[in-house]
DNA sequence: CACACTACCACGCGTTGCAAAGTAGTGGTC
DNA sequence: GACCACTACTTTGCAACGCGTGGTAGTGTG
């Protein structure tokens, strides 16, 4: 893959992934298959595994373990309150993000 | 800052970089007081300079030292054709995920 | 038993943003 | 002429992260 894509996704997966869960309670590998379909948000289990690790060390996730009906144990997350604060401020850092470069985009002349 | 604001920034400085010298031949102190003012945008030098420096390396921009008027001299850059086509194609990867992720975030009842 | 699908985990690499600190040139103040 | 402030570029080192590769374990199918 193109490698500036690459660190363009950097930094979305979280937000990515913490949208995904907060649409309900949800597992990685479902996660994975559920943002496969947006293009460009892609990602394989090894980014998104250790994202949810990460989430749930810093107390944003809660996790909830039940057997699957085909194959090892799920593992249920759900946004903390903490997750759902962090959830709302990268929102936020995301909305002034994209449209400070989208204004830059846009202020030469390119295709509309 | 924020980490994953860090994070955010990741992959969009590079674009951002290449919007400014789009809009004409310009220097890596002026595009850093230039992105100053666009909100979460705000990078300092020594993030700047490493991504022209890349970004000449890899033949994206063209360089032509000029004396300034007050302190040492400027190194004024400017897009080559394949910095021209890595800026569409950057451009475009931006709208795709930007766009997938704006879909994302507004599946669920959030502010709208 | 071989294969396929589900579901999770670990290792290692390369890239990157950024703080900190430095260097060099010009101009102004006392 | 010592001191500061502004301009402009550079170097060093750190910590974080995406992802390729390769694994493990459970269930079902032929």
Same mark, same amino acid.
């Given at each position: &893959?193109?490698?500036? *894509?690459?660190?363009? $996704? #950097?930094? !979305?997966?979280? /937000?990515?992934? %913490?949208? @995904?869960?907060?649409? +309900? *309670?949800?597992? +990685?590998?479902?996660?994975?298959?559920? /943002? $496969? !379909?947006? *293009?460009?948000?892609?990602? =394989?289990?090894?980014?998104?595994?250790?994202?949810?690790?990460? %989430?749930?060390?810093?107390?944003?996730?809660?996790?909830?373990?039940?057997?699957?009906?085909? +194959?090892? @144990?799920? $593992?249920?997350?759900? %946004?903390?309150?903490?997750?759902?604060?962090?959830?709302?401020? &990268? $929102? #936020? @850092?995301? #909305?002034?993000? @994209?449209?400070? %470069?989208? =204004?830059?985009? *846009?202020?030469? +002349?390119?295709?509309?």
């Amino acid at each position: &893959m193109n490698p500036w *894509e690459t660190q363009l $996704r #950097k930094g !979305v997966v979280e /937000l990515a992934v %913490l949208a @995904s869960i907060a649409r +309900g *309670e949800t597992y +990685g590998y479902r996660i994975v298959e559920s /943002l $496969r !379909v947006h *293009e460009g948000l892609a990602f =394989t289990e090894s980014t998104i595994y250790p994202v949810l690790t990460r %989430l749930t060390r810093d107390g944003c996730l809660a996790v909830r373990v039940e057997a699957s009906p085909a +194959g090892p @144990s799920r $593992r249920y997350y759900r %946004l903390t309150p903490a997750g759902e604060a962090r959830f709302r401020e &990268m $929102r #936020k @850092s995301w #909305k002034t993000v @994209s449209q400070s %470069l989208s =204004t830059l985009l *846009e202020r030469q +002349g390119g295709e509309p």
